[in-house]
């Protein structure tokens, strides 16, 4: 099992440009979850999905969309890339039963100019 | 509003040593407290985690202390070891979709 992986591992971005970050879990799970980690905030929560076809807003959703394109799934885009966007990106994913340990992904360090 | 404090932001000991990373929460509904660990350039991975209907857990060398009435959790490491040198966040939750991060505890255990 690969558990969750995240596609690319880094990006630069200029401002205005727009991409889409890739998140994919081969351990069944039913909820999905994008993070953004930066320096002194710890790590909060942008968008998730608790089944496949549903995704709900969470802390920080503002410039971010996503989609759940099947149970395997989770992608984050950025419509049009700000600076204040500049993090460390997270994937992570949930079972639908237990004590809600997430399983997260290697990361995406992304930059925008 | 940070809904959970960590401190201290970072931490140096010497091997052997008994590191103590603190947590306090504001939200009595969460009702599920982990500890995740995170080495540079990987993702956080859980590290253990209680409830709070017990005040203590331990896991090997890593124990939760947590008290329900102060609002508080810590992590303590026995025996620190200098690939125990990580990143340290605690979280709180209350369901599956709304877990609460700290903002990280940097620990370097000097050889």
């Known amino acids: 099992n690969a558990g969750v992986t995240q596609t690319p591992k880094f990006q630069v971005l200029k401002t205005g440009q727009s991409m889409t970050l890739q998140c994919a879990q081969d351990?069944?799970?039913?909820?999905m979850y994008w993070y953004r980690q930066d320096p002194g905030m710890g790590l909060r929560l942008i968008y998730y999905?608790?089944?496949?076809?549903?995704?709900d807003k969470g802390e920080v959703p503002n410039g971010y969309n996503v989609s759940r394109l099947n149970k395997r799934e989770f992608s984050l885009r950025l419509e049009s890339a700000a600076p204040s966007q500049t993090s460390v990106y997270f994937c992570?994913?949930?079972?639908?039963?237990?004590?809600?340990?997430?399983?997260f992904g290697p990361g995406t360090r992304l930059t925008v100019t | 509003q940070q809904q959970v404090k960590q401190s201290p932001q970072s931490l140096i000991v010497q091997k052997g040593g008994i590191p103590i990373i603190n947590c306090a929460y504001e939200?009595?509904?969460?009702?599920?407290f982990p500890w995740y660990q995170q080495f540079p350039g990987k993702g956080p991975a859980l590290l253990i985690a209680?409830?709070?209907?017990?005040s203590e857990k331990k896991e090997g060398r890593f124990t939760i202390s947590f008290n329900k009435s102060a609002k508080q959790f810590s992590l303590h490491i026995m025996d620190s070891q200098p690939g125990d040198s990580a990143t340290y966040f605690c979280?709180?939750?209350?369901?599956?979709?709304?877990?609460?991060f700290g903002a990280g505890t940097r620990l370097t255990v000097k050889p």
């Open positions: 992570a994913s949930t079972p639908l039963r237990g004590p809600y340990e997430q399983y």
């Open positions: 351990m069944n799970h039913n909820s």
């Open positions: 999905s608790a089944s496949e076809g549903t995704t």
């Open positions: 939200n009595t509904a969460f009702d599920y």
């Open positions: 209680i409830r709070p209907d017990v």
């Open positions: 979280a709180a939750s209350r369901d599956n979709n709304d877990m609460r």
